[in-house]
């Protein structure tokens, strides 16, 4: 089994922003050390180049707001990678229907999803993978309804609250 993985983390960096008061339970430095620890390939953007920072322009008492960056990530992983990175993001699988991924890793249309989501109260994720099963070390896609839900149920058992 492989896993087609597509995630978004939004947060600050400790070097941009530290008023002293917090120290978060996972914050953007512990993602971006995760995903060296794992060789799991990332993108950031500049400080002040996310996604929500326009939450700086309507809360500008909240100073940190101005310092937020996006982490995101697009990769397919085996198993035992794929088990240990969730593991240490403290993720679990959320039991609800998406729309699909479109594209990501699998490079094909819109493929089903499984959502997951962090422990973290100071990170704004988005997590979206896909289960794929291999045939003779490829992966094959799940064209019917019934292989997915098998599939997902298999995974939300695994990966699950």
């Known amino acids: ?15 941009d922003f530290d008023d002293g008061r917090y120290r978060y339970d996972c914050d953007l430095d512990d993602i ?4 060296k620890q794992h060789n799991i390939p990332y993108d950031i953007t500049e400080e002040g180049d996310s996604e929500y920072s326009y939450l700086a322009e309507e809360s500008p008492e ?15 992983l085996e198993r035992k990678q794929f088990k240990a990175f969730v593991e240490d ?6 039991d609800c229907q ?4 479109l594209g990501g890793p699998l490079g094909y249309g819109v493929v089903p999803d499984i959502p ?27 064209d019917t309804e019934e ?5 997902r149920e298999a995974f939300l058992e ?3 609250p």
């Open 158 to 160: 695994a990966y699950g």
């Open 1 to 15: 089994m492989m896993f087609s993985m597509v995630a978004s983390f939004t947060g600050v960096l400790n070097e």
């Open 32 to 35: 971006v050390q995760l995903c």
């Open 98 to 101: 998406t729309m699909g991924t």
């Open 62 to 76: 909240e100073e940190w707001f101005q310092h937020l960056r996006d982490v995101t990530i697009g990769v397919f």
């Open 147 to 151: 292989k997915w839900d098998r599939v």
């Open 89 to 94: 993001l403290g993720a679990y699988a959320e």
């Open 116 to 142: 997951m989501r962090m422990k973290s109260s100071q990170i704004l994720d988005s997590i979206r993978v896909t289960p794929c099963p291999l045939v003779n070390g490829e992966p094959i896609h799940l």
